[in-house]
Every structure is written in C-alpha cells, then in structure tokens.
C-alpha cells in the first residue's frame, strides 16, 4: 500500500521505528495536541517538542526564527545530516505540524511514523515513562524560511479572488459558521464564523483510518481529486483554525498524493475571521 503513495520513504511503521530507535544519526521527536501524554509514556530515546513552547515565538504570532530553530535542534541533539522521526496523538497531527515546521527551516531527513502514537499502543509496543533522554548539543545550521510551503493572508486574499483551489480542513460546524472552534472545545478565536469564499471543506481527519494510519493512495485520490476535483499542477492552500489540521493535508496532499504546490495558511481563521476588509461566506458549500 505504501507503495502507491507519491513519496512513500516518508513514512515508517512502529515496526521500523521500534528496530531503529536506538541507531547512530536517528531521532524520534513526539509532538502532541496533549502536551502531558510524553511523561505519561513515550518511545524510548524519543525527546519531546511542544508546539506551543517550543515551535511558537513567544511575544510575536509567528514561528520561532531561524536563531532559535538552530537552537532547539543543538539541544535535542539534532544535526543537519539527522533523520527526524515524529510521531504523536490524533492521527498525527500535531507530528505533521512539526514536520511542517522542520521543513520550513529545510530540514532534509523528515518522517513520519504513520499511526502516531495509537499505532504503536495497538501493536502493543512499550512505553517508557523515563524522563526526556538527553543528548550532547549538536551543530546544526537552518536556512531560510521556504516560502513554498507556507502561504500569508495578501496571497491568500489574491489566490481566493483568482478563483484558485482553497481546502478548509475544518469540521463542517465550522465551515458553516454555527461553530468557532472544533466540538468538544471552548469557542474562541474569531471574531466572525465561516469560511473563505469558495473554499471545499474536506474535514482533515477523513485522511486517516480508525488506527490512526493513513489511508491508502486510491481512497485520498478519491476524496481530493475525484471529489474536490483538485489538479496536480493547481496552486493549492490549505487552512484550517492555526494551521495545525491544515498540516496534517498539507502532509497528505504533497508527500502522499505527490501535489507539488501546496502551501498551508496557517494564519488561517484566528486570522482571517478577525480581519478587516476580507470577505467571508456562510453555510455549507
């Protein structure tokens, strides 16, 4: 099956992490949306990223730079030549937005261990509940932040008027504009609810199968092309809330599906149903 994935070197199995996890050059990252499940039982040798303190700048919303980026990778004992194996809770969406965020700053040896953290808990695997394995400080050097991958709201304002494909990964109460927030969660973080005008909601997690793995070739081709009608050569924006779900399709649009331009916003609406002169819509598609 993996196989018939676009990029299929980008995902290894529990199987494979559970061999390699102790080899020379390797480091297995875990970044969840619960940020206390680490001390509760991680892989062994796995260090901890949280998106929030560790990937997000502090005074600006915006990512860490470039400085800082360097930083955290010396103190997780993470070289440039390092292969990076993230995997976390929820389908791996979180491992996705870390992946998302490595790739921004050019970090070549990046995968995703499919199934997260509910795949190796099905396959019985062990957890440790050791603190965080501490590593020697590497030398490590970024580059510039892809523009590429990463799209702001004067393009996503352009590409919207153009006409050109925008994927809202969003539950549909959110779509529609009846919800500002995921059920289940404090309704906060826009001022308006809805989405951008002629945006497809394609909800993130019909990626994903029950065990967390992805889904095959064949049935995202289904849901993204033969449904959304989305065209290889399109220029492609994903958003969804902060950006997070919208990196988990993101991640299945580019690497598994093999769409080569394919940006997340991920101002997404905590920015844009607070902005002033940009348009919303209302209701189901």
């Given at each position: 099956m993996?196989?018939?994935?676009?990029?299929?070197?980008?995902l290894v199995s529990t199987a494979w992490v559970d061999e390699h996890r102790h080899d020379a050059g390797l480091r297995i990252v875990e970044s969840d949306e619960d940020v206390l499940l680490y001390e509760q039982g991680h892989i062994e040798g796995a260090v901890k990223i949280d998106w929030h303190t560790d990937l997000q700048h502090r005074v600006v919303r915006d990512y860490i730079d470039r400085a800082a980026f360097e930083q955290l990778c010396r103190e997780k004992g993470i070289a440039n030549?390092?292969?990076?194996?993230?995997?976390?809770?929820?389908?791996?969406w979180w491992a996705c937005y870390a992946f998302w965020v490595f790739k921004l700053y050019g970090h070549e040896k990046c995968l995703i261990m499919n199934g997260g953290r509910k795949r190796w808990e099905l396959d019985g695997r062990a957890w440790t509940r050791g603190p965080e394995s501490q590593y020697a400080a590497t030398s490590y050097?970024?580059?510039e932040a892809d523009p590429s991958i990463r799209a702001f709201r004067d393009e996503v304002l352009k590409h919207q008027r153009g006409g050109k494909p925008l994927i809202d990964v969003r539950s549909p109460g959110e779509f529609t504009g009846e919800m500002l927030h995921m059920p289940d969660y404090p309704q906060e973080g826009a001022l308006r609810g809805g989405h951008i005008p002629g945006a497809q909601n394609v909800p993130w997690a019909r990626a994903a199968n029950d065990d967390g793995t992805f889904k095959?070739?064949?049935?995202?081709?289904?849901?993204?092309?033969k449904e959304c009608g989305l065209k290889r050569r399109s220029r492609i924006i994903a958003y969804?809330?902060?950006?997070?779900?919208?990196?988990?399709?993101?991640?299945?649009?580019?690497?598994?599906?093999g769409f080569p331009n394919v940006k997340n916003y991920d101002g997404s609406w905590t920015e844009w149903g607070n902005l002033v002169g940009v348009p919303i819509a209302q209701g189901a598609q």
């Amino acid at each position: 099956m993996a196989a018939d994935y676009a990029h299929p070197e980008v995902l290894v199995s529990t199987a494979w992490v559970d061999e390699h996890r102790h080899d020379a050059g390797l480091r297995i990252v875990e970044s969840d949306e619960d940020v206390l499940l680490y001390e509760q039982g991680h892989i062994e040798g796995a260090v901890k990223i949280d998106w929030h303190t560790d990937l997000q700048h502090r005074v600006v919303r915006d990512y860490i730079d470039r400085a800082a980026f360097e930083q955290l990778c010396r103190e997780k004992g993470i070289a440039n030549d390092t292969t990076v194996v993230f995997y976390g809770d929820k389908n791996n969406w979180w491992a996705c937005y870390a992946f998302w965020v490595f790739k921004l700053y050019g970090h070549e040896k990046c995968l995703i261990m499919n199934g997260g953290r509910k795949r190796w808990e099905l396959d019985g695997r062990a957890w440790t509940r050791g603190p965080e394995s501490q590593y020697a400080a590497t030398s490590y050097t970024a580059q510039e932040a892809d523009p590429s991958i990463r799209a702001f709201r004067d393009e996503v304002l352009k590409h919207q008027r153009g006409g050109k494909p925008l994927i809202d990964v969003r539950s549909p109460g959110e779509f529609t504009g009846e919800m500002l927030h995921m059920p289940d969660y404090p309704q906060e973080g826009a001022l308006r609810g809805g989405h951008i005008p002629g945006a497809q909601n394609v909800p993130w997690a019909r990626a994903a199968n029950d065990d967390g793995t992805f889904k095959s070739a064949k049935e995202l081709e289904k849901i993204y092309a033969k449904e959304c009608g989305l065209k290889r050569r399109s220029r492609i924006i994903a958003y969804c809330r902060i950006g997070e779900r919208s990196s988990h399709t993101w991640f299945v649009l580019h690497y598994l599906l093999g769409f080569p331009n394919v940006k997340n916003y991920d101002g997404s609406w905590t920015e844009w149903g607070n902005l002033v002169g940009v348009p919303i819509a209302q209701g189901a598609q």
